[in-house]
């Protein structure tokens, strides 16, 4: 029985040779007792982690530390990434149940901040809003101290779907713009840069409490005025949170990695969106938008506070 290809639409692309990845690209390998725990609680109770489907670089040390970022609706996707890692095809039905499976693995796990991220389900007419919506509030309802960080798709073409993730009230509202407008339709075909922007913007709009978040790599071929850009256009949406990190080229069908940035790089881009007024930034090459997460929301609100 052959496996089922999880990229068909990258089937007859162009062969990619990886680059050899430099010295500060290196992820913690640890082999704690807390890294298997997680692991099992993973595989009991089959869930699907954006940590192995989106093959992360830092999953045995955020698993260490019992941090999990959690995939609802499926673990196949309706858009094709050019630099995602995740599988591409048509999803299955909904689970039901689920809602209630994460909010007893976040239980379970003990966690104090728990991230929920989903596919794109472009095949739902409301993108998936509903099923948020539910999950947040069976967590909460199960784990009233837990705060909540949802990484969403950008329910492209479902009007005010966006809207019911809101009303569960999430702590943390997150959507990547990815990259910079002029690469879209090589790297994001399926997605709109300013249906991105406009999405995190009304995200604000509907809750002025809740915390907004997005994040951009680097390595795709961008130029630094097109990065600084982005920057001023998710500052003018009232993003509060910056995340800046390495492409990573999944494989050799993927998008073509131009270049690896240096630390320095990411520093020096760190300290420009810092001068910008984002409340908190997060730049260097192994940063991920759910990468210390627990910790840079505890950040978040100290700065909000010493902000008023």
Request: charged share 30%.
């Amino acid at each position: 029985m052959t496996n089922k290809i999880r990229h068909p639409e990258k089937e007859n692309k162009p062969i990619n040779p990886i680059k050899k990845k430099p010295d500060w690209i290196r992820s913690k390998l640890t082999n704690s007792k807390e890294f298997f725990l997680t692991k099992t609680i993973v595989n009991n109770n089959n869930l699907v982690t954006v940590c192995q489907e989106a093959n992360c670089p830092n999953i045995t040390e955020c698993w260490s530390k019992r941090h999990a970022t959690l995939m609802i609706m499926g673990d196949t996707c309706t858009r094709a990434c050019a630099f995602c890692d995740v599988k591409t095809g048509l999803p299955g039905k909904l689970d039901q149940l689920e809602p209630v499976k994460i909010a007893e693995a976040v239980k379970k796990l003990n966690l104090k901040h728990v991230v929920i991220t989903s596919v794109d389900r472009d095949d739902l007419e409301d993108g998936g809003s509903e099923h948020f919506f539910e999950v947040i509030t069976q967590t909460r309802k199960q784990n009233p101290e837990t705060t909540i960080e949802v990484l969403t798709p950008d329910f492209l073409r479902k009007g005010d779907a966006y809207k019911r993730v809101l009303d569960a009230n999430p702590d943390v509202f997150n959507h990547n713009i990815e990259t910079v407008p002029s690469l879209y339709l090589k790297v994001r075909p399926g997605s709109r840069y300013f249906s991105s922007l406009e999405l995190l913007k009304n995200a604000k709009n509907v809750n002025k409490n809740v915390f907004t978040k997005s994040g951009i790599m680097l390595g795709l071929g961008e130029s630094r005025d097109e990065i600084l850009q982005v920057m001023d256009d998710l500052k003018a949406a009232e993003v509060d949170f910056l995340t800046i990190g390495q492409y990573l080229q999944p494989s050799t069908k993927h998008y073509p990695l131009d270049r690896y940035y240096t630390p320095k790089e990411f520093d020096d881009l760190g300290t420009i969106a810092k001068a910008k007024g984002f409340l908190l930034v997060s730049s260097s090459p192994l940063t991920r938008s759910s990468y210390h997460a627990d910790e840079d929301f505890a950040k978040l609100q100290q700065n909000r506070l010493n902000k008023h």
